[in-house]
């Protein structure tokens, strides 16, 4: 679910993220589990929040957790998928628009393409290492240095537009990663393009409410035995000037926004009292 980390399954813990001078902070959705090994912490879906906060450099920590498992990387990948939305939103708020440069494969998300062009700072069609160290220094993410890492499938020290892609060519979208491992009842509802839908709801609590695409519920939304009108709600934060980061859907290069490819969830089923 949308929030579902109020319930009994999950625990929401806000996490910070700098990069690029900015703050980005992102709301972390960890698994409960009693046996829960240490190692294994990372297969849980990890949501971006949408609150992005000017911030002074400050001097980065080196240390990096050196035994991060193969299991790590899908969530890392999903993550940083969901996290690279977030940016590409803020940029267009600012009116950054990189073009990037290079060869991609056709699957290849327009998050991603989009993050390419944004950290290929000279335009020369791949990533450095000194492109990447602003990303991959952050005491926050223990894992994110191996997996970018792992990137450079050819060990030339820099990252193509092949490699790029290929390191997110299994991530989901955060609606479309929580909805797999999710039961039907409370399954959310996702567009086509695998983020949230602006209403969400729990079956069983009778509960529905409004969030933005990734997930992150607004305030003061929740409704009982009925649906809120999530699409007016969302329209007038908006035009009030809140900036939400919300995906631009009409910017999409992955292809169209039918809403018959929409992912029907609990949100879409009658509620029972």
Same mark, same amino acid.
């Given at each position: 679910?949308?929030?579902?980390?109020?319930?009994?399954?999950?625990?929401?813990?806000?996490?910070?993220?700098?990069?690029?001078?900015?703050?980005?902070?992102?709301?972390?959705?960890?698994?409960?589990?009693?046996?829960?090994?240490?190692?294994?912490?990372?297969?849980?879906?990890?949501?971006?929040?949408?609150?992005?906060?000017?911030?002074?450099?400050?001097?980065?920590?080196?240390?990096?957790?050196?035994?991060?498992?193969?299991?790590?990387?899908?969530?890392?990948?999903?993550?940083?998928?969901?996290?690279?939305?977030?940016?590409?939103?803020?940029?267009?708020?600012?009116?950054?628009?990189?073009?990037?440069?290079?060869?991609?494969? +056709?699957?290849?998300?327009?998050?991603?393409?989009?993050?390419?062009?944004?950290?290929?700072?000279?335009?020369?069609?791949? +990533?450095?290492?000194?492109?990447?160290?602003?990303?991959?220094?952050?005491?926050?993410?223990?894992?994110?240095?191996?997996?970018?890492?792992?990137?450079?499938?050819?060990?030339?020290?820099?990252?193509?537009?092949?490699?790029?892609?290929?390191?997110?060519?299994?991530?989901?979208?955060?609606?479309?990663?929580?909805?797999?491992?999710?039961?039907?009842?409370?399954?959310?509802?996702?567009?086509?393009?695998?983020?949230?839908?602006?209403?969400?709801?729990?079956?069983?609590?009778?509960?529905?409410?409004?969030?933005?695409?990734?997930?992150?519920?607004?305030?003061?939304?929740?409704?009982?035995?009925?649906?809120?009108?999530c699409d007016t709600i969302v329209n007038k934060i908006s035009n009030g000037g809140l900036k939400t980061n919300s995906v631009d859907l009409d910017d999409d290069e992955d292809g169209g926004t039918d809403?018959?490819?929409?992912?029907?969830?609990?949100?879409?089923?009658?509620?029972?009292?």
């Amino acid at each position: 679910m949308g929030k579902i980390g109020r319930n009994h399954d999950f625990t929401l813990t806000p996490r910070d993220f700098n990069y690029d001078n900015h703050h980005y902070r992102y709301l972390k959705y960890t698994k409960r589990a009693k046996t829960l090994a240490s190692a294994n912490r990372y297969d849980d879906k990890h949501l971006l929040s949408n609150e992005v906060m000017e911030k002074s450099p400050s001097p980065m920590k080196s240390t990096y957790n050196t035994d991060c498992p193969p299991s790590s990387k899908p969530a890392m990948a999903n993550r940083l998928l969901d996290w690279f939305s977030v940016v590409m939103a803020d940029a267009k708020h600012r009116r950054q628009h990189p073009k990037p440069i290079g060869h991609f494969p +056709i699957p290849c998300q327009s998050e991603v393409r989009w993050m390419f062009g944004h950290l290929d700072s000279d335009s020369d069609g791949r +990533i450095s290492l000194s492109e990447l160290y602003g990303l991959e220094h952050d005491q926050n993410e223990p894992c994110l240095k191996p997996f970018l890492d792992s990137c450079d499938t050819d060990g030339d020290i820099f990252v193509s537009g092949m490699e790029w892609c290929g390191c997110f060519a299994k991530a989901e979208r955060p609606c479309a990663a929580v909805r797999r491992r999710s039961p039907l009842e409370v399954a959310p509802a996702c567009d086509s393009r695998g983020y949230y839908r602006s209403t969400q709801c729990h079956r069983g609590l009778g509960l529905c409410w409004c969030v933005d695409p990734h997930g992150v519920e607004f305030a003061g939304t929740r409704t009982r035995g009925t649906k809120p009108d999530c699409d007016t709600i969302v329209n007038k934060i908006s035009n009030g000037g809140l900036k939400t980061n919300s995906v631009d859907l009409d910017d999409d290069e992955d292809g169209g926004t039918d809403s018959t490819q929409d992912l029907e969830g609990s949100a879409d089923q009658p509620l029972d009292f």
